[in-house]
């Protein structure tokens, strides 16, 4: 990825810009945005006395949000489980849709700039061509529903707010189906891996730095951001197990055996194409993403 130099605007780039991040420290985006902080600002959980606060607890978040009185929020907290959303669906409402809403009414409140992320799961079965930041929506599945809802939350609530769709993000923290992948090959002879599902793999390095860079140029908008490139399931498990062999990660080659859909049910329906149009997003930003491929190389060796 290519960007240009982090400069916060105004008063904030006079001094220490403080920048509120919400989400899981154990969360894969939450610890890639902390090792990517731009130089001159003070990045802190959204945290009070060490204790991670709750989104959905909208008191709390509006005082800690007026004590701390940050330039920007961004906003990484969100229920990611796809299938249990479907059996916890008002769990998932209240995370994905209450809190988002609670972090940008406190950021509006206080005039920060909000950062939201959001997801390809937003749309429906698609037609094989990317979709267009104003391509229609038709979630299939509970947490696309809650997803999209709240990016109308966000919306309603701070209307200034920059909402950055992405997909398929992987990290060498936390987890996630390259670490899944690396387990199970280095468990088994052979494995079965959905090939009818495409989407584009993203580094969540990636993400956390069109994310800062988001926040750094106050962007307002819709935003679409994923590693450059497309792939299937199976596509991205072969390479995996390719790019592990390469560094020494695995021992021997595992068989990869392509299923469809059909072949592996799951509670939530995945969409069959979720690929994204970035063009817009990379004029928007000033950035260029790197094909999936090399950035999953460079999360790879992270690992060794």
Not at 292 to 298: C, G, H, Q, S, V
Request: glycine share 8%; proline share 5%; hydrophobic share 45%.
């Amino acid at each position: 990825m290519t960007a240009d130099t982090h400069v916060f605007s105004g008063a904030a780039a006079r001094g220490a810009t403080r920048v509120l991040i919400a989400g899981s420290e154990r969360g894969q985006l939450f610890h890639e945005l902390m090792r990517c902080v731009p130089g001159g600002v003070e990045a802190r959980a959204l945290s009070a006395d060490g204790e991670r606060v709750d989104v959905t607890d909208a008191a709390r978040v509006a005082r800690l949000v007026e004590d701390i009185q940050p330039h920007a929020i961004i906003n990484a907290a969100a229920w990611t489980g796809v299938d249990t959303a479907e059996s916890e669906a008002d769990a998932a409402r209240r995370v994905n849709v209450d809190g988002a809403r609670n972090l940008a009414a406190a950021a509006e409140s206080v005039g920060a700039h909000f950062s939201h992320v959001s997801t390809d799961f937003v749309f429906g079965p698609g037609n094989g061509s990317p979709f267009a930041i104003d391509a229609p929506t038709g979630p299939m599945s509970v947490y696309g529903h809650t997803k999209l809802d709240g990016e109308i939350a966000v919306r309603d609530a701070c209307p200034g707010a920059a909402i950055v769709r992405t997909a398929w993000v992987y990290s060498s923290h936390g987890s996630n189906f390259v670490k899944t992948m690396l387990r199970l090959m280095a468990e088994r002879d052979e494995l079965g891996v959905i090939a009818d599902q495409v989407g584009s793999p993203t580094w969540a390095r990636s993400l956390a730095e069109a994310l800062w860079q988001a926040a750094t140029l106050r962007s307002s908008g819709m935003f679409h951001w994923t590693g450059a490139g497309v792939a299937s399931w199976y596509d991205f498990a072969v390479a995996i197990r390719d790019e592990a062999r390469a560094l020494d990660l695995l021992d021997s080659d595992v068989r990869v055996k392509p299923l469809t859909t059909a072949e592996y049910p799951t509670p939530a329906a995945r969409p069959p194409y979720s690929v994204m149009e970035l063009g817009s997003t990379c004029a928007a930003l000033g950035l260029t993403p790197t094909h999936w491929r090399e950035d999953l190389r460079a999360m790879l060796r992270e690992l060794t």
